[in-house]
């Protein structure tokens, strides 16, 4: 499924890790509905396209991730059981705000759609509090 990756980059620089800022409620919403992966085929060729207010960020896919969606399990496993139902998420392409010449963080009322072949589509609004 797809876990929109929201990070608080305040927060982030503040405590210089990133747990607290990923892990604020409404930070990881994800869907639209889980697909096992038999109905996928290969994780590690699926095309993955992020816009924020219709304006492409993200066009990639994911071979081009750091580390194989194996590679991740196999290490994570080592030290945690994992179970049916939990939830791995293993990153993102490169448009992400921070890492633009000129940072263009999210804002209150944009809407996010990331979509990734075969998984689906999310649209979320962005709601400061």
Request: with cysteine.
């Amino acid at each position: 499924m797809i876990l929109h990756d929201v990070s608080s980059r305040d927060i982030q620089f503040k405590d210089k890790q990133y747990t607290r800022a990923k892990s604020i409620d409404t930070f990881a919403p994800c869907g639209p509905w889980i697909t096992t992966k038999d109905e996928i085929g290969d994780p590690q060729n699926l095309k993955i396209i992020t816009k924020v207010n219709g304006e492409t960020r993200q066009n990639s896919s994911s071979i081009n991730m750091v580390l194989s969606i194996n590679r991740i399990i196999s290490s994570l496993s080592m030290v945690m059981t994992i179970e049916a139902g939990d939830i791995i998420s293993t990153g993102t392409p490169a448009g992400v705000a921070m890492s633009m010449k000129e940072p263009q963080y999210l804002k209150d009322g944009d809407i996010v759609e990331i979509a990734i072949e075969k998984l689906g589509m999310i649209r979320n609004r962005v709601v400061f509090q």
